[in-house]
């Protein structure tokens, strides 16, 4: 997909897309830093968009390890599905619906969360759902992983995590924060 079509998805719903630039190379590279690929047999990440983060993260990814993402919007979900990688499991769905797909794939525990999901425009109930599904599922040791383009959410991570440690890209439209919470 082109700059401009996640343009022009990103201006049709605004609120559910949260922005209309894609991330860029030094976002997606700050975001994955933080997982140990080595060690990692289950990823999700959630708001996957036209896939540029996750294109990143299969690149890294171990040959037998999966990778399970969340997109709601329909032409990025065919987008992400041409990527045709047998690791990549796309959930044409909310994130909310996390512990149904983690009990398809008879799966009790996931390694690391990489989320863009918009989370300041989605209703706070909804944010606080998600992120708790993310804790309960994820192993210990775990980490949560999430863009924004400020800190009003940060909240949010500390009340279910307990930390956040913040990390600045200023190479990105808009400038971003990168959260990073752990499961200790
Ligand atoms: C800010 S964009 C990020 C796109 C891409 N990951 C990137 O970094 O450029 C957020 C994405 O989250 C998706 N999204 C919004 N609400 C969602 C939900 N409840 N479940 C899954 N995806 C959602 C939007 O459709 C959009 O593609």
Do not use: W
Request: hydrophobic share 40%.
């Amino acid at each position: 997909m082109k700059r401009l079509d996640f343009l022009v998805e990103g201006l049709k719903d605004l609120k559910t897309v949260g922005t209309v630039t894609r991330s860029s190379r030094s976002l997606c590279r700050n975001m994955i830093k933080h997982v140990n690929f080595k060690e990692a047999d289950l990823i999700v990440e959630l708001g996957a968009g036209d896939g540029v983060i996750t294109r990143f993260i299969l690149e890294k990814m171990k040959p037998d390890a999966k990778l399970l993402v969340f997109e709601v919007n329909s032409k990025f979900c065919d987008i992400l599905r041409s990527i045709g990688d047998e690791r990549l499991i796309v959930a044409e769905d909310s994130a909310e619906e996390l512990d149904h797909y983690l009990q398809q794939l008879n799966a009790t525990k996931v390694d690391y969360v990489i989320s863009a999901l918009p989370f300041v425009a989605l209703p706070k109930e909804l944010g606080l759902d998600i992120v708790g599904k993310c804790y309960r599922f994820m192993k210990q040791g775990g980490r949560y992983v999430q863009v924004h383009y400020s800190l009003l959410s940060k909240k949010l991570y500390q009340s279910i995590f307990g930390n956040v440690d913040i990390n600045f890209v200023p190479f990105n439209v808009p400038p971003a924060f990168v959260l990073v919470c752990e499961k200790k």
